[in-house]
Nanobody, 121 residues
Framework: QVQLVESGGGLVQAGGSLRLSCTVS?????MAWFRQTPGKDFEFVAS????????NYGDFVKGRFTISSDNVKNTVYLQMDSLKPEDTAAYYC?????????????????WGQGTQVTVSS
């Protein structure tokens, strides 16, 4: 059984940084971060495999976020810099056993509980 546990969310001022962590138990191949605001669909943030392949970012990222993985700690990170108020959302870690549809939430079988990121202006 695959389980994902996120941490690292919180309140930060615009221009600040946060690092989200997602610790994984079980076997997965593709890892991703999505975010969601109330009443809206999941928005793709970033993806990677455990080997560092298939790294992709959502168009809005524009070099501000970095996804990375630590195979020893079974943890995927999302370093978020230059945060903006519009980055305020619940951030979710997701995983799939393959590499299908990297940016589509429907391709991901496993999800964490989410961690809230709030950026104040």
């Amino acid at each position: 059984q695959v389980q994902l546990v996120e941490s690292g969310g919180g309140l930060v001022q615009a221009g600040g940084s946060l690092r989200l962590s997602c610790t994984v138990s079980g076997r997965t191949v593709m890892m991703a971060w999505f975010r969601q605001t109330p009443g809206k669909d999941f928005e793709f943030v970033a993806s990677t495999t455990w080997s560092g392949a298939f790294i992709n970012y959502g168009d809005f990222v524009k070099g501000r976020f970095t996804i990375s993985s630590d195979n020893v700690k079974n943890t995927v990170y999302l370093q978020m810099d230059s945060l903006k108020p519009e980055d305020t959302a619940a951030y979710y870690c997701a995983a799939q056993p393959g590499v299908e549809g990297l940016k589509s939430p429907r391709q991901y079988d496993y999800w964490g509980q989410g961690t809230q990121v709030t950026v104040s202006s």
